[in-house]
């Protein structure tokens, strides 16, 4: 991993493409609370940044902190860069640090394939059978659901299943967890504006 207090190349990435308007920070949720005027100006911004780093640069952020892959997670899924896929779904799986998982979801979902489905479902086999970890299992088997039901899949099927891996971490670990729907939900929505901030990457790409 690259340390951004010791590194200046990483540092300079983290200036342009990170810290502009706390975007590490509101990439995610906070995103559905953005009024109109801001979810505008934020959509053109990532639009930008998206356009402006290289293949290159995103390899960096991504051997970065959890704020620097969290970014180059959400620039990723609005460039389509599906040459990435198998890279966020080594991170996710790797769990390494806090906070950026759900970004990899948000990435694999917009792939959208069954390739990401794949990568999820062993999330899911892993971690599912960890019930002393409480990761990002509920997010990534949310996404599994809004991957069903883009692909018209059953992926999520055999997780869901009474007395399921599913239900079996919840019985061991004894405690509430994020209801998958809800998450499936939440990613649906941010899924819409990554779309729409990939039809904002789109134009600059035409007028380029």
Known sequence: MRH???DPELQGLVRRFVTPDRRYLRLGGGLLRLDPVERSAFVRDLAQA??????????ILFEGGWRERKTAAWLVAVAHRTEFRDLVGRLLLASEGPYAGAAYCVALAKFGSAADAGLLSAYLDHYLSRPDLDYDQAVVLGTLLHLDEILGSAYATRFLAPGGPWDRWLEVRAAAALDPQYC?????????????????????DCGS
Not at 50 to 59: K, N, R
């Open 184 to 204: 499936r939900l939440a990613v649906r929505q941010l899924c819409a504006f990554v779309g729409e901030t990939a039809e904002a990457f789109a134009s600059l």
């Open 4 to 6: 951004v207090q010791s």
């Open 50 to 59: 998206a356009h402006e780093i290289t293949p290159a640069e995103l390899g």
